[in-house]
Protein backbone atom coordinates (compact mmCIF):
# COMPACT_ATOMS: atom_id res chain seq x y z
CA UNK A 1 0.00 0.00 0.00
CA UNK A 2 2.74 2.33 0.83
CA UNK A 3 4.77 1.40 -1.88
CA UNK A 4 1.17 2.05 -4.13
CA UNK A 5 1.28 5.85 -2.76
CA UNK A 6 4.93 6.42 -3.19
CA UNK A 7 4.37 5.06 -6.65
CA UNK A 8 1.50 8.17 -6.48
CA UNK A 9 3.75 10.42 -5.11
CA UNK A 10 6.75 9.83 -8.32
CA UNK A 11 4.28 9.75 -10.75
CA UNK A 12 2.97 13.30 -9.56
CA UNK A 13 6.88 14.55 -9.48
CA UNK A 14 7.71 13.38 -12.76
CA UNK A 15 4.77 15.61 -14.08
CA UNK A 16 5.58 18.46 -12.46
CA UNK A 17 8.78 18.30 -13.90
CA UNK A 18 7.82 17.63 -16.97
CA UNK A 19 5.42 20.48 -16.80
CA UNK A 20 7.73 22.85 -15.28
CA UNK A 21 10.86 21.81 -18.10
CA UNK A 22 8.28 22.37 -21.13
CA UNK A 23 7.37 25.72 -19.33
CA UNK A 24 11.23 26.26 -18.92
CA UNK A 25 11.69 25.58 -22.60
CA UNK A 26 8.81 27.83 -23.76
CA UNK A 27 10.29 30.72 -21.53
CA UNK A 28 13.87 30.16 -23.36
CA UNK A 29 12.12 30.42 -26.61
CA UNK A 30 11.37 33.70 -25.61
CA UNK A 31 14.78 34.57 -24.86
CA UNK A 32 15.80 33.21 -28.04
CA UNK A 33 13.32 35.85 -29.80
CA UNK A 34 14.39 39.12 -27.34
CA UNK A 35 18.09 38.36 -28.32
CA UNK A 36 17.68 38.63 -31.87
CA UNK A 37 15.86 41.63 -31.22
CA UNK A 38 19.09 42.88 -29.81
CA UNK A 39 19.87 42.82 -33.80
CA UNK A 40 17.37 45.46 -34.61
CA UNK A 41 18.42 47.83 -32.17
CA UNK A 42 22.01 47.28 -32.61
CA UNK A 43 21.54 48.05 -36.42
CA UNK A 44 19.58 51.05 -35.30
CA UNK A 45 22.28 52.17 -33.34
CA UNK A 46 24.95 51.83 -35.57
CA UNK A 47 22.97 54.49 -37.82
CA UNK A 48 22.74 56.66 -34.93
CA UNK A 49 26.22 56.68 -34.23
CA UNK A 50 27.21 57.32 -37.78
CA UNK A 51 24.55 59.67 -38.68
CA UNK A 52 24.63 61.66 -35.00
CA UNK A 53 27.10 64.43 -36.61
CA UNK A 54 24.87 64.80 -39.72
CA UNK A 55 22.94 67.99 -38.74
CA UNK A 56 22.52 69.81 -42.14
CA UNK A 57 22.43 72.71 -40.13
CA UNK A 58 19.93 71.92 -37.83
CA UNK A 59 19.85 71.41 -34.33
CA UNK A 60 22.57 69.43 -32.47
CA UNK A 61 21.74 66.67 -29.36
CA UNK A 62 22.93 69.28 -27.47
CA UNK A 63 20.65 71.80 -28.51
CA UNK A 64 17.42 69.63 -28.50
CA UNK A 65 17.79 67.15 -25.50
CA UNK A 66 16.42 68.71 -21.81
CA UNK A 67 18.58 66.22 -20.03
CA UNK A 68 16.41 66.62 -16.49
CA UNK A 69 13.43 65.82 -18.82
CA UNK A 70 15.50 62.45 -19.83
CA UNK A 71 15.75 61.71 -16.23
CA UNK A 72 12.34 61.49 -15.22
CA UNK A 73 11.81 59.27 -18.40
CA UNK A 74 14.64 56.80 -17.17
CA UNK A 75 13.64 56.44 -13.52
CA UNK A 76 10.16 56.12 -14.30
CA UNK A 77 10.94 53.21 -16.53
CA UNK A 78 13.92 51.86 -14.33
CA UNK A 79 10.84 51.73 -11.75
CA UNK A 80 8.79 50.44 -13.72
CA UNK A 81 11.16 47.65 -14.41
CA UNK A 82 11.85 46.74 -10.60
CA UNK A 83 7.71 46.66 -10.20
CA UNK A 84 7.25 44.26 -13.19
CA UNK A 85 9.83 42.36 -10.68
CA UNK A 86 7.62 42.26 -7.83
CA UNK A 87 4.50 41.66 -10.01
CA UNK A 88 5.97 38.46 -11.04
CA UNK A 89 7.32 37.39 -7.47
CA UNK A 90 3.66 38.07 -6.00
CA UNK A 91 2.66 35.98 -8.65
CA UNK A 92 4.43 33.00 -7.82
CA UNK A 93 3.46 33.21 -4.61
CA UNK A 94 -0.02 33.09 -5.81
CA UNK A 95 -1.26 36.84 -4.46
CA UNK A 96 -3.88 37.66 -7.02
CA UNK A 97 -4.64 40.97 -5.76
CA UNK A 98 -1.23 42.08 -4.91
CA UNK A 99 0.12 40.74 -8.31
CA UNK A 100 -2.43 43.14 -9.84
CA UNK A 101 -1.59 45.91 -7.51
CA UNK A 102 1.84 45.59 -8.56
CA UNK A 103 1.65 44.90 -12.23
CA UNK A 104 -0.87 48.24 -12.17
CA UNK A 105 1.88 50.57 -10.41
CA UNK A 106 4.13 49.20 -13.79
CA UNK A 107 1.16 49.96 -16.29
CA UNK A 108 0.90 53.33 -15.29
CA UNK A 109 4.80 53.99 -14.84
CA UNK A 110 5.03 52.81 -18.39
CA UNK A 111 1.99 54.44 -19.41
CA UNK A 112 3.99 57.51 -17.70
CA UNK A 113 7.18 57.15 -19.59
CA UNK A 114 5.41 56.67 -22.78
CA UNK A 115 3.56 59.87 -22.26
CA UNK A 116 7.00 61.69 -21.61
CA UNK A 117 8.17 60.42 -24.84
CA UNK A 118 5.46 61.05 -27.20
CA UNK A 119 5.41 64.70 -25.58
CA UNK A 120 8.85 65.17 -26.50
CA UNK A 121 8.57 63.69 -29.86
CA UNK A 122 5.63 66.15 -30.15
CA UNK A 123 7.51 69.29 -29.23
CA UNK A 124 10.20 68.60 -31.92
CA UNK A 125 8.13 67.97 -34.71
CA UNK A 126 5.85 71.27 -33.91
CA UNK A 127 9.05 73.17 -33.95
CA UNK A 128 9.98 72.06 -37.06
CA UNK A 129 12.66 69.42 -35.90
CA UNK A 130 11.29 66.75 -36.82
CA UNK A 131 13.08 63.00 -39.20
CA UNK A 132 12.79 65.31 -42.42
CA UNK A 133 15.09 67.76 -40.89
CA UNK A 134 18.14 65.81 -40.86
CA UNK A 135 20.23 62.51 -41.02
CA UNK A 136 20.79 63.18 -37.30
CA UNK A 137 17.15 63.21 -36.28
CA UNK A 138 15.85 60.52 -38.80
CA UNK A 139 18.14 58.17 -37.24
CA UNK A 140 16.97 59.18 -33.98
CA UNK A 141 13.18 59.35 -34.44
CA UNK A 142 13.89 55.78 -35.68
CA UNK A 143 15.55 54.58 -32.96
CA UNK A 144 13.93 55.81 -29.60
CA UNK A 145 10.30 55.26 -31.79
CA UNK A 146 11.43 51.53 -32.52
CA UNK A 147 12.05 51.53 -28.40
CA UNK A 148 8.76 53.60 -28.24
CA UNK A 149 6.92 51.01 -30.02
CA UNK A 150 8.02 47.95 -28.31
CA UNK A 151 6.77 49.97 -24.89
CA UNK A 152 3.44 50.22 -26.57
CA UNK A 153 2.91 46.64 -27.15
CA UNK A 154 4.59 45.94 -23.95
CA UNK A 155 1.63 48.31 -22.04
CA UNK A 156 -1.06 46.31 -24.43
CA UNK A 157 0.39 42.84 -23.30
CA UNK A 158 0.66 44.03 -19.71
CA UNK A 159 -3.55 45.12 -20.09
CA UNK A 160 -4.61 42.14 -21.20
CA UNK A 161 -2.56 39.79 -18.50
CA UNK A 162 -4.02 41.83 -16.08
CA UNK A 163 -7.62 41.09 -17.31
CA UNK A 164 -6.52 37.41 -17.83
CA UNK A 165 -5.41 37.01 -13.83
CA UNK A 166 -8.27 39.72 -12.80
CA UNK A 167 -11.07 36.88 -14.35
CA UNK A 168 -8.84 33.27 -14.48
CA UNK A 169 -6.40 33.84 -11.33
CA UNK A 170 -2.55 32.53 -11.31
CA UNK A 171 -2.80 29.15 -13.39
CA UNK A 172 0.80 27.83 -14.26
CA UNK A 173 -0.38 28.89 -17.74
CA UNK A 174 -0.67 32.67 -16.73
CA UNK A 175 2.57 32.39 -14.64
CA UNK A 176 4.50 31.30 -17.79
CA UNK A 177 3.46 34.40 -19.69
CA UNK A 178 4.16 36.57 -16.76
CA UNK A 179 7.62 35.62 -16.75
CA UNK A 180 7.89 35.89 -20.59
CA UNK A 181 6.09 39.62 -19.77
CA UNK A 182 8.75 40.69 -17.25
CA UNK A 183 11.47 39.03 -19.74
CA UNK A 184 10.22 41.83 -21.95
CA UNK A 185 9.73 44.55 -20.17
CA UNK A 186 13.24 44.66 -18.10
CA UNK A 187 14.57 43.86 -21.57
CA UNK A 188 12.96 47.05 -22.76
CA UNK A 189 15.10 48.93 -19.31
CA UNK A 190 18.02 47.30 -20.44
CA UNK A 191 17.80 48.92 -24.19
CA UNK A 192 17.22 51.99 -22.63
CA UNK A 193 20.62 52.21 -21.12
CA UNK A 194 22.22 52.51 -23.78
CA UNK A 195 19.55 54.96 -25.65
CA UNK A 196 19.59 56.92 -22.12
CA UNK A 197 23.77 56.77 -22.14
CA UNK A 198 24.57 57.19 -25.65
CA UNK A 199 21.86 59.27 -27.47
CA UNK A 200 21.43 61.80 -24.55
CA UNK A 201 24.41 61.83 -22.27
CA UNK A 202 27.32 61.66 -25.41
CA UNK A 203 24.86 64.26 -26.95
CA UNK A 204 24.98 66.46 -24.38
CA UNK A 205 28.79 66.16 -24.49
CA UNK A 206 28.74 66.81 -27.94
CA UNK A 207 30.22 63.59 -29.54
CA UNK B 1 9.56 3.57 -10.99
CA UNK B 2 12.17 5.03 -9.15
CA UNK B 3 14.99 4.89 -11.64
CA UNK B 4 13.00 7.33 -13.55
CA UNK B 5 13.49 9.89 -11.63
CA UNK B 6 16.86 11.79 -10.93
CA UNK B 7 17.12 12.42 -7.42
CA UNK B 8 20.23 15.35 -8.07
CA UNK B 9 17.59 16.93 -10.35
CA UNK B 10 14.90 16.44 -8.42
CA UNK B 11 16.60 18.15 -5.22
CA UNK B 12 17.82 20.72 -7.25
CA UNK B 13 14.43 21.42 -8.30
CA UNK B 14 13.66 21.61 -4.78
CA UNK B 15 15.54 23.99 -3.74
CA UNK B 16 14.81 25.88 -6.60
CA UNK B 17 11.92 26.83 -5.52
CA UNK B 18 12.63 27.15 -1.88
CA UNK B 19 15.53 29.34 -2.69
CA UNK B 20 12.85 31.58 -4.51
CA UNK B 21 10.83 34.03 -1.93
CA UNK B 22 13.33 36.37 0.06
CA UNK B 23 16.36 35.86 -1.74
CA UNK B 24 14.48 36.58 -5.19
CA UNK B 25 13.44 40.02 -3.50
CA UNK B 26 16.62 40.76 -2.34
CA UNK B 27 18.04 40.44 -5.99
CA UNK B 28 15.48 43.00 -7.27
CA UNK B 29 16.00 45.30 -4.35
CA UNK B 30 19.53 45.28 -4.85
CA UNK B 31 19.60 45.45 -8.78
CA UNK B 32 16.75 48.33 -8.27
CA UNK B 33 19.22 50.42 -5.70
CA UNK B 34 22.44 50.15 -7.85
CA UNK B 35 20.84 51.05 -11.44
CA UNK B 36 19.18 54.03 -9.87
CA UNK B 37 22.50 54.59 -8.44
CA UNK B 38 24.22 54.24 -11.17
CA UNK B 39 21.58 55.90 -13.55
CA UNK B 40 22.17 59.24 -11.28
CA UNK B 41 26.06 59.22 -11.49
CA UNK B 42 25.51 59.24 -14.54
CA UNK B 43 23.38 61.85 -14.83
CA UNK B 44 25.26 63.96 -12.47
CA UNK B 45 29.10 63.68 -14.10
CA UNK B 46 27.25 64.61 -17.35
CA UNK B 47 24.84 67.52 -15.88
CA UNK B 48 28.10 69.10 -14.56
CA UNK B 49 30.58 68.29 -17.11
CA UNK B 50 32.38 67.08 -14.42
CA UNK B 51 36.15 66.58 -15.39
CA UNK B 52 37.78 66.41 -19.44
CA UNK B 53 35.59 65.41 -22.23
CA UNK B 54 37.65 62.20 -22.92
CA UNK B 55 36.97 61.78 -19.39
CA UNK B 56 33.38 61.15 -18.90
CA UNK B 57 32.89 60.00 -22.31
CA UNK B 58 35.07 56.85 -20.94
CA UNK B 59 33.35 57.33 -17.39
CA UNK B 60 29.71 57.06 -18.84
CA UNK B 61 30.36 54.07 -20.95
CA UNK B 62 31.81 52.04 -17.94
CA UNK B 63 28.75 53.12 -15.34
CA UNK B 64 26.50 52.10 -18.65
CA UNK B 65 28.69 48.75 -19.18
CA UNK B 66 27.46 48.00 -15.34
CA UNK B 67 24.60 48.73 -14.89
CA UNK B 68 23.34 46.70 -18.31
CA UNK B 69 25.30 44.07 -16.16
CA UNK B 70 23.81 44.46 -13.11
CA UNK B 71 20.25 44.45 -14.42
CA UNK B 72 21.18 41.09 -16.66
CA UNK B 73 21.99 39.56 -13.26
CA UNK B 74 19.26 40.84 -11.04
CA UNK B 75 16.25 41.32 -13.12
CA UNK B 76 16.46 38.87 -16.30
CA UNK B 77 18.22 36.31 -13.60
CA UNK B 78 21.03 35.74 -16.80
CA UNK B 79 23.83 33.22 -15.36
CA UNK B 80 21.60 31.86 -12.49
CA UNK B 81 20.25 28.90 -14.13
CA UNK B 82 21.61 25.04 -13.64
CA UNK B 83 23.92 23.36 -16.07
CA UNK B 84 23.67 23.69 -19.26
CA UNK B 85 23.51 27.61 -19.05
CA UNK B 86 21.63 28.11 -22.70
CA UNK B 87 20.69 31.35 -21.41
CA UNK B 88 23.78 32.41 -20.69
CA UNK B 89 25.43 31.06 -24.10
CA UNK B 90 22.39 32.82 -26.09
CA UNK B 91 23.27 36.32 -24.53
CA UNK B 92 27.04 35.67 -25.00
CA UNK B 93 26.45 34.76 -28.72
CA UNK B 94 24.27 38.05 -29.06
CA UNK B 95 26.58 40.33 -27.10
CA UNK B 96 29.83 39.13 -29.66
CA UNK B 97 26.67 39.94 -32.38
CA UNK B 98 26.09 43.11 -31.23
CA UNK B 99 30.00 44.26 -30.90
CA UNK B 100 30.66 43.03 -34.69
CA UNK B 101 27.71 44.67 -36.02
CA UNK B 102 28.14 48.29 -34.37
CA UNK B 103 31.92 48.22 -34.09
CA UNK B 104 31.86 47.24 -37.58
CA UNK B 105 29.72 49.63 -39.05
CA UNK B 106 31.22 52.44 -36.91
CA UNK B 107 34.64 51.21 -37.99
CA UNK B 108 33.75 51.05 -41.78
CA UNK B 109 32.11 54.04 -42.25
CA UNK B 110 34.81 55.67 -40.58
CA UNK B 111 36.75 55.02 -42.62
CA UNK B 112 35.03 55.84 -45.84
CA UNK B 113 34.12 59.06 -44.45
CA UNK B 114 37.57 59.95 -44.32
CA UNK B 115 38.55 58.31 -47.86
CA UNK B 116 36.03 59.25 -50.01
CA UNK B 117 34.09 62.34 -48.42
CA UNK B 118 35.83 65.42 -50.19
CA UNK B 119 37.33 67.83 -47.85
CA UNK B 120 35.88 71.63 -47.41
CA UNK B 121 37.77 72.77 -50.34
CA UNK B 122 37.07 70.05 -52.79
CA UNK B 123 33.80 71.10 -52.15
CA UNK B 124 34.17 74.10 -52.87
CA UNK B 125 35.94 73.48 -55.90
CA UNK B 126 33.20 71.76 -56.79
CA UNK B 127 30.30 74.02 -55.89
CA UNK B 128 32.41 76.51 -57.88
CA UNK B 129 32.66 74.91 -61.22
CA UNK B 130 28.98 73.72 -60.85
CA UNK B 131 28.07 77.67 -60.79
CA UNK B 132 30.16 78.44 -63.76
CA UNK B 133 28.30 76.11 -65.88
Redo the contacts between chains.
Keep these: MSELVADAKVVQLNKQIERSEKSSTAVFGFWVYLMTDCVLFASLFAVFSVLRNNTYGGPSGAQLFSLPYVLIETLALLSSSFTCGLALLSAQRRHKKQTLIWLGVTFALGLTFLGLEIAEFHKFVTMGDSWHRSGFLSSYFTLVGTHGAHITIGLLWMAVMGVFIYKRGLGPLTLKRLRMLSLFWHFLDVVWIFIFTIVYLFGALHV | ??E??NPE??NA?VAASHE??PS??KH?VI??IS??VL?LC??LI??Y?AGN?GL??GL??V??LI??LV??FF??HVGREFSPR??LM??T??IL??II??GG??WI?HSLNGRVMPSTKQKEQYMNAQDNL
Excluded: C, D, P
Aim: net charge positive; proline share 0%.
Design positions: MNSIYTLSERLYGFSLTAYTYHRLLLALAQFQLFLFKMTFMVVLVSLM
